[in-house]
């Protein structure tokens, strides 16, 4: 089966970095995803990761280690619109497609100023 | 903006009605999923439809269903509908194989 685990919420200051984690447990490893998902809206894709280390995308980053079965988002210089859902998923064991998601629960982040 | 695009973006049902909800794809994307999204939940996947059939379903009860086609669109169908149904739907449209598959901005409904 498959399992996500990450924080419920977090709360940050404008212009710092904050890390959230996310711990997974799945029957095979197809990569994991990262959505952002604003109040009210749709999830927008952030990053996938697949291979392990971090990859860095503006002021987002991601960082992946299979052996550990364990990912973080790294953002940086935090913006008020920064304040959102951020959720981790991965695919589910039926294999092929790479979009039949497991989500986790989400970390509302708070961005204060 | 994804190119997904949802209807209704909001509904209000009565318990044991019957709701249609509906999915246009991006353009050239051949694969719908759909998803159950619950306030403060992550969204748990209901099914996939590729080429017209379901290609694979979550944990949900025959009383959620779900059509695509030709043209790549799809629909959800739930019957019987129960207060734990409310919640937002989610629908989100890819190319088979692909890795990103993007979200429609959802139909919220509610069963009262």
């Known amino acids: 089966g498959q399992n996500i685990d990450q924080p419920t919420e977090m709360t940050a200051t404008e212009g710092a970095i904050v890390q959230i984690n996310c711990t997974y447990q799945?029957?095979?490893?197809?990569?994991l995803f990262w959505y952002q998902q604003h109040a009210g809206e749709a999830p927008t894709f952030l990053s996938y990761?697949?291979?392990?280390g971090l990859e860095e995308k503006g002021r987002f980053s991601s960082f992946l280690s299979r052996s550990k079965g364990y990912s973080y988002l790294l953002l940086k210089e935090l913006q008020m619109k920064d304040s959102a859902s951020y959720l981790c998923?991965?695919?589910?064991?039926?294999?092929?497609?790479?979009?039949?998601?497991?989500f986790g629960t989400g970390t509302l982040l708070a961005v204060q100023p | 903006e994804t190119g997904v695009t949802q209807s209704p973006t909001h509904l209000i049902k009565t318990r044991g009605q019957q709701v249609t909800l509906r999915c246009s794809s991006q353009?050239?994307?051949?694969?719908v999923s759909w998803y159950q999204q619950a306030l403060g939940q992550g969204p748990q996947f209901i099914f996939q439809?590729?080429?017209?059939?379901?290609?694979g379903r979550g944990n949900f009860p025959p009383r959620f269903s779900g059509l695509q086609f030709p043209n790549y669109s799809s629909e959800l169908n739930v019957n019987a509908l129960e207060l734990d149904d409310s919640a937002l739907y989610l629908c989100?449209?890819?190319?088979?194989?692909?890795?990103?598959?993007?979200f429609g901005q959802g139909t919220r409904l509610t069963v009262v």
């Open positions: 989100a449209s890819s190319l088979q194989g692909e890795t990103e598959a993007f």
């Open positions: 799945t029957s095979g490893f197809n990569g």
């Open positions: 990761n697949v291979l392990d």
């Open positions: 998923a991965v695919p589910t064991d039926y294999g092929g497609a790479t979009n039949k998601l497991i």
């Open positions: 353009s050239g994307h051949n694969t």
């Open positions: 439809y590729y080429r017209e059939e379901e290609n």
